[in-house]
């Protein structure tokens, strides 16, 4: 397999390690893109299930435009010529956007690109591909009967969920065929994946983002966020598709911060695995100097009832398939269209109440997490079940619930969130989540990057 170069002894390079290999002239975007689409077309990898849509040639005249900029030292960010995945949920200028279905496969193609990839471009980043997703992000766990699913890192001869529904965006940085990726979180939908692949995942203060040109889900919730293989990638990535100034994570000193554990919802019914490297995580960060407090959070109790007739993923995205619906249920996902068309028995009060009751939830829910830096949690309860033994609707149905569950909380209460590997060398994955309110994503990322740091010296 090609290696990434001579001069980049660490197998999982970072963007800050691959951008200064970039200016010292050590190694070039076209090297990085020769070797990200070598991972892509082994017959023995996942990269057939994992992408969609590669056009390997565009993105060798992309890589070697970008390392003539550099040369003329008119690189436009620090970024330029690393490979970068997207999700296949993103209007890319020229490509059929199919958001993971075969509903909209024979749609025209996007006539520009949505700000966010645009805002990736201009960067100078090299879209290596568009990656595989749960039909419509409508699933934590990424099994998609239409295009394969690509299997997780751990155990893959017993082929596990890569989560989802980025599930290709966190298969792609963690196979190396790409070195960061961006996907969508709605419910969960970067943080999932990215836990069960062992990388960095990040759900934004939804609002930050602009949703143009992105196939929604339910607007109320959904946030574009990276994937990649630690926080500073990801904190880079999102200063870009916010559109705002790259800043340098500070260097926080654990000692004496605030950190909650809420009790509802978010400990029940642990996998053994998860419990072990939660608890583990935990102890890591008290001798480190955090406080950790174990804390009710009763305001996650208004969740349920708020999504008893499908809450807003129902009610939103019905709105918006109707019509395609009517067109082409037959070829959607079974799995997934039964549960968009449950937002068809929701009536406009249904709907204002629901608005209501979520705004007075992130009262509620900022309130509780004012006294603390932020909320701990496992990401996800479980870890990947085997996609053999999802075949019965009653076990997807559970395995599905339990993926969503911890970060679906955050997404509810307009949060930001973050999900840390946490597990050891060739055990299960397990992610660690931290959220943070609203608005308040630089302060959780620069605690998220302290927590790394914590984490991997302990």
Aim: charged share 20%; net charge neutral.
């Amino acid at each position: 397999m090609r290696q990434w170069g001579s001069a980049l002894t660490n197998s999982s390079p970072t963007l800050n390690d691959l951008s200064q290999a970039l200016a010292d002239g050590k190694i070039t975007s076209r090297t990085l893109a020769e070797a990200c689409l070598e991972r892509i077309q082994d017959k023995d990898g996942e990269g057939s299930r994992t992408f969609l849509q590669v056009d390997a040639d565009k993105v060798r005249q992309t890589a070697d435009a970008m390392d003539k900029l550099r040369a003329a030292n008119a690189a436009p960010s620090r970024f330029a010529g690393i490979p970068i995945s997207v999700k296949d949920l993103f209007d890319v200028q020229g490509d059929v956007t199919r958001a993971g279905s075969r509903a909209l496969a024979d749609s025209p193609s996007a006539a520009r690109d949505a700000t966010v990839i645009a805002r990736v471009r201009q960067a100078g980043f090299v879209i290596i591909g568009r990656t595989n997703m749960t039909e419509f992000a409508y699933s934590g766990l990424g099994i998609n009967p239409h295009y394969g699913t690509p299997a997780n890192p751990w155990q893959r001869a017993t082929p596990r969920v890569p989560g989802g529904s980025s599930s290709g965006a966190a298969i792609s940085v963690s196979d190396g065929m790409a070195h960061a990726a961006l996907g969508t979180d709605t419910g969960g939908s970067c943080r999932i994946p990215a836990a069960f692949a062992g990388i960095v995942g990040y759900k934004p203060t939804a609002r930050l983002i602009p949703q143009d040109g992105i196939v929604p889900l339910a607007p109320s919730l959904d946030a574009a966020g990276p994937l990649a293989r630690s926080v500073g990638c990801c904190a880079s990535v999102h200063a870009l598709l916010s559109g705002q100034p790259e800043i340098e994570l500070s260097r926080l000193d654990l000692s004496g911060l605030r950190f909650a554990i809420p009790q509802t919802f978010a400990l029940d019914d642990l996998d053994k695995p998860v419990a072990r490297a939660f608890e583990a995580a935990i102890d890591r960060l008290s001798r480190a100097g955090a406080r950790i407090v174990n804390v009710p959070f009763e305001s996650f109790r208004r969740i349920p009832p708020m999504n008893a007739k499908g809450g807003f993923a129902a009610m939103e995205s019905y709105a918006w398939h109707r019509a395609l619906i009517d067109k082409k249920r037959a070829v959607y996902d079974p799995r997934v269209v039964n549960r968009i068309v449950k937002g068809a028995d929701g009536t406009a009060v249904d709907y204002l109440e629901l608005l209501a009751a979520r705004k007075a939830l992130i009262a509620a829910a900022d309130a509780e997490l004012a006294p603390f830096d932020a909320l701990l949690m496992p990401t996800v309860a479980i870890v990947p079940p085997r996609i053999a033994d999802l075949a019965g609707d009653e076990a997807y149905s559970r395995a599905n619930i339990l993926s969503l569950r911890n970060t679906s909380l955050i997404n509810a209460t307009d949060g930001c969130a973050i999900s840390l590997p946490i597990h050891e060398p060739d055990d299960a994955p397990v992610g660690l989540m931290l959220a943070g309110r609203g608005g308040d994503d630089q302060r959780l990322l620069a605690l998220a990057a302290a927590v790394e740091t914590a984490l991997a010296v302990a």
